[in-house]
């Protein structure tokens, strides 16, 4: 079926370097995307979202860009600190659909090390 | 202004009980979805409610069943509990509007035994 997943489970980084983790969708229907932060033992965490009729949006050190061609999306973490460590997940939904559900990959698990 | 509460925070029952996780949505949020999250694998949807109404519904049992008031709080019931229905439950607020920010809860970590 359709899903979203992730490229990488696992990434490891120096603190200090900039950090970027993969997600491909499948659904081309899928019209917005959240990526969460979830660290141990908590709920997701919100970080960026960006909706299909932009192709890059810009955060607090986050950046997401969406390339609807072939269906990726990805997280670009500038000056990866270790506070950054914690699972990545992307997900989507799709607007008309009578209501909203967020489609979640398995995570990406990002390490940084000091 | 006060996150996305849930209760209890942990919570051992066992199989072929029934429980009961109540969540409070962002204020000004009218939509509160319901997630289960396995551990290692990312969260499930499970139910969506709107202004008390239910929109959406995940492949989960009938087992599985919700609620929201009013005060747009809301519930999720889970009877005949089985071992799989161990998991951490999530719930997120948002203002229901399609493409627009959702907030998750600390969750409730359910354990079955």
């Known amino acids: 079926g359709e899903s979203v997943g992730l490229h990488l489970p696992t990434l490891s980084v120096q603190e200090g370097d900039n950090s970027i983790i993969n997600c491909a969708y499948s659904?081309?229907?899928?019209?917005?995307f959240i990526w969460y932060k979830q660290e141990s033992g908590k709920g997701p965490q919100f970080i960026i979202d960006?909706?299909?009729?932009?192709d890059k949006r810009q955060g607090q050190r986050v950046t997401v860009l969406l390339n609807k061609t072939v269906k990726h999306l990805s997280l670009q973490i500038a000056a990866t600190q270790p506070g950054d460590s914690a699972v990545y997940f992307c997900a989507e939904s799709r607007s008309g659909a009578g209501s909203y559900q967020l489609t979640f990959g398995k995570g990406t698990k990002l390490s940084v090390i000091p | 202004d006060a996150g996305v509460t849930q209760s209890p925070t942990h919570l051992i029952k066992t199989r072929g009980q029934q429980v009961t996780l109540r969540c409070s949505p962002i204020s000004g949020h009218k939509s509160v979805s319901w997630y289960q999250q396995v551990l290692g694998q990312g969260p499930q949807f499970i139910f969506q409610?709107?202004?008390?109404?239910?929109?959406g519904r995940g492949n989960f049992p009938d087992r599985f069943s919700a609620r929201q008031f009013p005060n747009y709080s809301s519930e999720l019931n889970v009877n005949a509990l089985l071992l799989g229905d161990s998991a951490l439950y999530l719930c997120?607020?948002?203002?229901?509007?399609?493409?627009?920010?959702?907030?998750f809860g600390q969750g409730t970590r359910l354990t079955v035994v």
């Open positions: 409610y709107y202004e008390k109404e239910e929109r």
């Open positions: 960006i909706r299909s009729n932009m």
């Open positions: 659904n081309s229907a899928s019209d917005y």
């Open positions: 997120a607020s948002s203002n229901g509007q399609p493409n627009t920010e959702a907030f």
